[in-house]
């Protein structure tokens, strides 16, 4: 367990994006509402806007595990961005304590013209890790993912499991103090995937606090404590995990 000092802090935390091209009375405003499950409304500028997350409180500290449950568009993937310091707060303030790791895309920063190499070092960067620490787990990194020879080859020429599985022995390598993840990964074959579950679990263990974006209620029990419900951008209140079936029933 990570010392107690680990937390998350995100008090009246609203997030905005602006929607070119559509008219408030047209019918491709009502065609937006329902893809970007936010609120839609006119900026200061007049244009139309997404009101993606509002208002939105959370505390998290050392060993809490939250569970993120949500129709697609209802703000999870938001706020896991804005977590990991990918969106800045247009209100409100968030504070992070700890390393951060955020397993949310793993094709980030891939170069498909680089060596599998030098794709480890990239997406490393990219991950937080200094080139010294790459540097130190290249060789376990490498080991992994089971490319051998290919990783001196263009990631061009790689099949997409093999992508997907460099880019997750290199996300993975991370130690994390809070670890956000966007579902549960699984990637490769069946053996591979054995492999790529434990790996993944002993990086939840690891972390202090874990939150976690899925649609998999079972997942959710097995490795959640708390879980909170969000709906066009509205954050129900952090419950027990064992009242996830009232937050699913919920309105």
Known sequence: M???QVSVSVTDLTL?????????????????RVAVGGRLGASNTGSTEVTALSNLNLNLRAGDRLGLIGHNGSGKTTLLRALSGAYEPDEGQIEVRGRIAALLDLSLG????????????????????????????????AEFSGLGPFLAMPMKTYSAGMQARLAF??????????LLMDEWISVGD???????????LNLVERAGILVLASHDTELLRLYCNKVMRLEGGVASEIKDIRRLDELLNAA
């Open 190 to 200: 069946a053996d591979f995937q054995k492999l790529a579950h434990r790996r993944l």
């Open 16 to 32: 905005r994006f602006p929607v070119y091209g559509v008219d408030a009375k047209s019918l491709k405003k009502n065609i937006a």
């Open 110 to 141: 891939i170069d498909p013209s680089a060596t599998g190499v030098d794709n480890i070092r990239l997406r490393g960067r990219i991950a937080g890790m200094s080139s010294k620490e790459i540097e130190e787990k290249m060789d376990e990194i």
């Open 169 to 178: 022995a290199v996300a993975t390598a991370v130690e994390a103090d809070v």
């Open 2 to 4: 990570k010392p107690p």
